[in-house]
């Protein structure tokens, strides 16, 4: 779920000049959105994610993941906050608020799924760095997993396996996304 606030038009760089401390918003279309707070079940699969991926990604890679906190620039008026990301740009600036190389970018939706599969996806292929969009639904646990350049998404299940490939090779068992989750989550 989320808050717009609507005072005028931004570009993504006077944005993120803007961004208050410690809270989580995103650009949409030159208009700053608040992200409000993570329930359990978005924080618990977030986790997990970056649990997973920790796992399987080690040095002396290029590559690394992370959690939310830096923005994947779309176009002039629009920026996201992934949940998760693999960033593939060697280390820089250490404010630098924008990832350089998102590669992968992960969503968990739990109330945004349309927003996320419709909106979110497409536009996060508009950035040439993103090879992978991986929408994470966590009622369902389902993973919608989108690479550039092909048309159709994949839909995976707990039984199946998330194979990343490109700049980042890794295969993960979906189920890992869902641990710790009671079985009626």
């Given at each position: 779920m989320t808050l717009a606030v609507r005072e005028r038009l931004m570009p993504v760089g006077e944005f993120l000049d803007w961004l208050p401390d410690g809270e989580r918003w995103e650009?949409?279309?030159?208009?700053?959105?608040?992200?409000?707070?993570?329930?359990?079940?978005?924080?618990?699969?977030?986790?997990?994610?970056?649990g997973a991926l920790a796992r399987r990604m080690r040095p002396p890679s290029a590559c690394r993941p992370a959690a939310n906190g830096r923005q994947v620039r779309i176009n002039d008026r629009t920026s996201y906050r992934p949940d998760a990301h693999i960033n593939c740009a060697p280390f820089s600036d250490p404010m630098e608020?924008?990832?350089?190389?998102?590669?992968?970018?992960f969503e968990v939706a739990v109330s945004s799924l349309d927003r996320d599969l419709l909106e979110k996806r497409a536009n996060y292929l508009e950035n040439p760095r993103v090879e992978h969009v991986v929408i994470i639904d966590a009622?369902?646990?389902?993973?919608?997993?989108?690479?550039?350049?092909?048309r159709k998404a994949r839909l995976l299940t707990s039984g199946d396996i998330l194979t990343l490939d490109g700049t980042v090779s890794l295969d993960i068992p979906v189920a890992e996304f869902f641990e710790w989750l009671p079985e009626s989550a």
């Open positions: 650009l949409i279309g030159g208009i700053p959105v608040r992200m409000l707070p993570e329930g359990d079940l978005h924080e618990t699969v977030k986790s997990n994610v970056i608020p924008l990832i350089q190389c998102p590669v992968v970018v009622q369902a646990r389902k993973v919608h997993h989108f690479v550039r350049g092909d």
